[in-house]
């Protein structure tokens, strides 16, 4: 069995793998002049219950 190489339109990054640091990496200026970067909005939950 041949192992595939990772197509370019997919995920890079393992599924439930800790990316925080990785998303928070920014792009170098090489990176942004090919268009090799993504943007990132991060979404937090606060869970403070005032009850």
Do not use: F, H, Q
């Amino acid at each position: 069995m041949r192992k595939e190489k990772p197509r370019k339109d997919e995920p890079t990054i393992a599924a439930g793998m800790d990316t925080e640091d990785e998303l928070k990496e920014e792009a170098t200026e090489k990176e942004v002049e090919r268009g090799d970067y993504t943007r990132v909005t991060s979404l937090s939950l606060d869970e403070n219950d005032p009850s």
